[in-house]
């Protein structure tokens, strides 16, 4: 499980992201974190895998703190967390399947990586990664050809073939039209009920998290204000 032990963030400015969190979240559960914009739902999501440091508290996955993990301990617990950023965040002018074995850079040595010698085996779990959203026949086009939404499925494939064990979305659909939305959210859901993927997911919009959640999690100038089951979440954000 995730667990977050009164965790704040103060940034250098002095501004509070987060203040005094705790959150225990169990294998497999789709979480929905809610709030307006500066909640502080994107700084819980990078407090999570650490692309900054929290100022107070300890956040652990499974049964290791990533607060306090140094080098190739670290390294390891975040090839468990797989991220998704609203802007895809791919590599515009390679390839997908380029873009989707860039999950796999965690496994092998950096040269190998530089290089750009991926084994047989990653190849497959980028293509099997890809089949799973639906995009094999996309594998060989260049990612800044493809749709917003189709691009949001390509940085699903790679938190796939990266074998993630936990996905953080930061606002996966702002940027998308509501047909796209839905795939990219059904895909999620998807992903999250066949293989057991625990899924944390940032929204502006409590119609959608009640769609697909099975847990909401209300954020409020960096505190939590709601937590519940889907049933009891009501239209206040
Ligand atoms: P949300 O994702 O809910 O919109 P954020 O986590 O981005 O909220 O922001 C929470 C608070 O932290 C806001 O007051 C925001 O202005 C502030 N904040 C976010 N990032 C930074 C930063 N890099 N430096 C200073 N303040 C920040
Ligand atoms: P156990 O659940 O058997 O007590 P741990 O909690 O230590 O074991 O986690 C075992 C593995 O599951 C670790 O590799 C860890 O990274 C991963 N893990 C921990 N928490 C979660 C979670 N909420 N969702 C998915 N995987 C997780």
């Not at 954020?219 to 979440?233: I, K, N, Q, Y």
């Amino acid at each position: 499980m995730i667990e977050l032990h009164n965790v704040s963030k103060t940034y250098s400015n002095g501004t509070k992201g987060l203040n005094g969190i705790n959150l225990t979240i169990a294998h497999g559960e789709f979480v929905v974190i809610v709030g307006l914009s500066g909640a502080g739902k994107s700084t819980l999501l990078r407090s999570i895998n650490r692309l900054h440091d929290i100022t107070e508290g300890d956040i652990r996955i499974g049964s290791q703190s990533i607060t306090k993990a140094k080098g190739s301990q670290l390294r390891r617990i975040r090839r468990d967390i797989g991220m998704i950023f609203q802007s895809f965040n791919l590599v515009k002018r390679t390839t997908v399947l380029r873009n989707v074995l860039a999950g796999r850079v965690g496994y092998h040595s950096t040269l190998r990586t530089i290089l750009g010698r991926f084994p047989k085996s990653d190849i497959e779990l980028a293509f099997q990664a890809l089949d799973r959203v639906n995009i094999v026949e996309k594998a060989y086009s260049r990612a800044d050809q493809l749709s917003g939404g189709q691009q949001q499925r390509v940085a699903i494939a790679r938190v796939l073939a990266q074998e993630a064990r936990v996905i953080l979305a930061d606002e996966p659909v702002a940027s998308l039209d509501p047909l796209t939305t839905k795939q990219v959210m059904d895909d999620l859901k998807k992903i999250n009920t066949e293989l057991g993927i625990t899924t944390i997911v940032n929204l502006h919009f409590i119609d959608l998290a009640r769609q697909y959640a099975t847990r909401i999690i209300g954020l409020r100038a960096g505190e939590v204000v709601f937590d519940g089951p889907v049933s009891e979440a009501t239209d206040e954000r």
